[in-house]
Structures are given as structure tokens and as C-alpha cells.
Nanobody
Framework: QVRLVESGGGSVQAGGSLRLSCAAS?????MGWFRQTPGKEREEVAT???????TYVHSVKGRFTISKDTAKNTWYLQMNSLKPEDTAMYYC???????????????WGQGTQVTVSS
């Protein structure tokens, strides 16, 4: 069982920045960040695979960056120019297959809250 531990959430004013971290107990081929607000479906925010192929939801392109430290089995979500609509619970997730291979993410973190005030 792969364990994912997130950190880095918090409260920030619009225009500010936060960096989320996700430490994994084991290496995974695909890692991602998701977010969810009450009453809404979970949204895939960004993914990155072992070949460094990345994807971003349109609303965060140019503002968010997903990166990884392979040696530490840790990946990050750098969030800049934050907007109130970025407020959500953010989850990291991982799966053993490449991101481009259809299928649900297998492993999930506990979530970390990000709140952006106007």
C-alpha cells in the first residue's frame, strides 16, 4: 500500500502563492493533483509522469506548475497568482501506470485545504 502525505496548504490573499508537497512511500509512474469543493465533482488539476509529461486543467495553465523530486519520491504543486476560485481541498494522487493510460488513480493523500481570499 503506497502512502501519500501532503503538506503546504493554507490561506492566502488573491495574487499570492502556495506550494503543496506530496511525499510518497514508493515510486509511481504517474502522479497528480486534484481539487474538490463542496457540492462539486473532483477536478484533475495537473499530472506528471515518469517521462516528465505534464498536463494542466485550462484554468491553471500558466499559474500552476507540477514538479517532482525523484530522489525523495516527492512531487509538488507550485501555485502562483492564486484566485478565490482556486479555493478547494487539494489531493495528491498516484498510480503505477503512465498518466496517458486510462484508469483511476490508485493512491490518494488525505487532502490539504487551500483558501484564497479576495
Amino acid at each position: 500500500q503506497v502512502r501519500l502525505v501532503e503538506s503546504g496548504g493554507g490561506s492566502v490573499q488573491a495574487g499570492g502563492s502556495l506550494r503543496l508537497s506530496c511525499a510518497a512511500s514508493e515510486y509511481n509512474a504517474c502522479m497528480g493533483w486534484f481539487r474538490q469543493t463542496p457540492g462539486k465533482e473532483r477536478e484533475e488539476v495537473a499530472t506528471r509522469d515518469r517521462y516528465n509529461t505534464t498536463t494542466y486543467v485550462h484554468s491553471v495553465k500558466g499559474r500552476f506548475t507540477i514538479s517532482k523530486d525523484t530522489a525523495k519520491n516527492t512531487w509538488y504543486l507550485q501555485m502562483n497568482s492564486l484566485k478565490p476560485e482556486d479555493t478547494a481541498m487539494y489531493y495528491c494522487a498516484a498510480k503505477s501506470r503512465l498518466c496517458s493510460v486510462p484508469g483511476e488513480f490508485t493512491y490518494w493523500g488525505q487532502g490539504t485545504q487551500v483558501t484564497v481570499s479576495s
